[in-house]
C-alpha cells in the first residue's frame, strides 16, 4: 500500500459565517473567485449553473444548501412546508449525479429523527450543520481511501488519461480519479498525466489541469479526438474517470465522451478504471439505460463560452453525460473496495458488505 502524503491543496466547499462559500468553477483558472450562498435557492442555483458541478461536490452542496434552508425557516409556524419546498428545488437542479439525492435522503433522515426527538429549532440547526459537516469531511477521506486501493493498480512509470474533472473541484477535496493520480504520483509510479479538454465546459483543459499543475503534477492537454492516437501510439496504460451514478449492473454514467474512451481502450488494450464512492451506486437503477440522462442548451455547443462559434442557425445537441457498459471496465475503485470486471453480484455484494 501506498504510505506517502500526497499534494492536496484544493478545497471547492467551504461554510464560513453560516453561509455556503463556493469557489466559482465557471470562471477558473482566469479568476479564482467565490461565490457565497446564504439560501437553499441559491445552492440549487449554484448547482443549476455550474458553479460547482461534480458528482460528490454537488452531493456536498445540496447538505449544506438544507443547512442553509433550516436556518432561514427557524421556527416558522410553516418551517416543515418551506424546508420541504427548498428540498424539492435542491433535487431538481441536475438529474444525473445520484449523489445528489443522496445526500438529501440522508439529510432527509436525520430531519426526521430530529422532529421525531421533539428537537427545536437550534438544536436542529446544529444537528443538521453536524450531518452536512460529517458528509463533507467523510467525503475527502473516502477519496484518500479510494486513491491508495487505485494507486496500487498504476505500474512503475505508466501514463495515464483522465477526462471530464473528477477531482478535488468535483468532491469535497482529493478528488476520485484524480485522488488515484494524486497517490499514484505521490508513489512515484506516474511517467504522465494526460487529460481531455472536455468540451463544451472545458473541465479538463480548465479544471484538471489547473489543480493537477497546483500540486505540482505535470499535465499534458489533448483534444478529445487524439484520445485514439495517445492510445494507438502506446502512450498511456490507463483511463481513470469518476462517475455520477454507478447503475446495479455495473454501468457507469459519467462526462459524455467516456463511453467513446472506454470503446478505445478496450480496442487499444488500455485499461479503463472508474472511481466512485458507493454513494455514486445506485442499486435503485437496474442498469445503465435507466440512469436520466442531462441534456444542456444547445448554445454550449454553438459558443465557446460568450463567444459565438458555429455557423448561425446550425442546431446542438447536447447531452452531457453517456452510459459506458459495464463490460468495458477493468476495474471499479470504492471505499469499500475493488471490483475487477464489476457485475451486478459482485456490486450487490460490495453494497452489502460492512
Ligand atoms: O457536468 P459535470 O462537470 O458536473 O460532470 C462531472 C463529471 O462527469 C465527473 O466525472 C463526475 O461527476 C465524477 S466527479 C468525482
Redesign the pocket.
Known amino acids: 500500500m501506498t504510505q506517502v502524503s500526497p499534494p492536496d491543496a484544493v478545497r471547492p466547499i467551504a461554510w464560513r459565517d453560516d453561509a455556503l462559500v463556493l469557489l466559482d ?1 465557471r470562471v477558473l483558472p482566469q479568476e479564482e473567485k467565490d461565490v457565497v450562498c446564504r439560501t437553499a435557492g441559491e445552492a440549487a442555483a449554484a448547482i443549476r449553473d ?1 458553479v460547482v ?6 452531493g456536498i452542496t445540496a447538505a449544506w444548501g438544507v443547512v442553509l434552508a433550516v436556518q432561514e425557516h427557524g421556527n416558522a409556524p410553516d418551517w416543515q412546508a418551506k424546508l420541504a419546498a427548498d428540498m424539492a428545488r435542491l433535487r431538481e437542479s ?1 438529474p ?2 445520484v ?1 445528489l439525492f443522496w445526500a438529501l435522503d440522508r439529510m432527509q433522515l436525520r430531519l426526521n429523527q430530529l422532529v421525531t426527538e421533539g428537537a427545536d429549532a437550534a438544536q436542529r440547526c446544529a444537528s443538521m450543520l453536524a450531518e452536512a459537516q460529517a458528509i463533507h469531511e467523510d467525503d475527502i477521506a473516502i ?1 484518500r481511501r479510494m486513491g491508495v486501493l487505485g494507486a496500487d493498480y498504476i505500474g512503475k512509470g505508466e501514463s495515464v488519461l483522465t ?5 478535488a473541484l ?2 469535497g477535496g482529493y ?4 485522488g488515484v493520480i494524486r497517490s499514484a504520483w505521490a508513489a512515484d509510479r506516474l511517467a504522465g498525466v494526460y487529460a481531455d479538454e ?1 468540451r463544451p ?1 472545458l ?1 479538463g483543459a480548465r ?1 484538471t489541469a489547473w489543480e493537477l499543475l497546483r500540486d505540482g503534477i505535470p499535465t499534458t492537454l489533448i483534444v478529445e479526438g487524439a484520445a485514439a492516437s495517445l492510445m494507438a501510439q502506446g502512450q498511456v496504460q490507463w483511463v481513470i ?4 451514478r454507478v447503475a446495479a449492473n455495473g454501468d457507469v ?4 465522451g ?1 463511453y467513446g474512451l472506454a470503446v478505445l481502450a478496450r480496442q487499444h488494450g488500455v485499461r479503463f478504471m472508474v ?2 464512492p458507493t454513494s ?1 451506486v445506485d442499486l435503485d437503477c437496474p442498469e445503465g439505460a435507466a440512469i436520466p440522462i ?1 441534456t ?1 442548451a444547445a448554445e454550449e455547443v454553438t459558443r465557446l463560452g460568450d463567444r459565438p462559434v458555429a455557423a448561425p442557425g446550425a442546431g446542438a445537441w447536447n447531452p ?2 453517456d452510459v459506458t457498459p459495464a463490460a468495458l471496465v477493468d476495474v471499479l475503485v470504492t471505499e469499500r473496495g475493488v471490483l475487477e470486471r464489476p457485475d451486478r453480484d459482485s456490486l450487490l455484494a460490495l453494497m452489502e458488505s460492512a
Do not use: S
Open positions: 468553477q455550474m458541478r461534480g458528482a460528490p461536490a454537488i441536475r444525473t449525479a449523489n477519496n477526462h471530464c474533472n473528477a477531482g468535483a468532491t478528488g476520485t480519479a484524480l472536455t465546459w473541465q479544471l474517470v469518476g462517475a455520477d454514467a459519467n462526462k459524455i467516456t472511481v466512485a455514486t442531462e444542456r452531457v453525460f
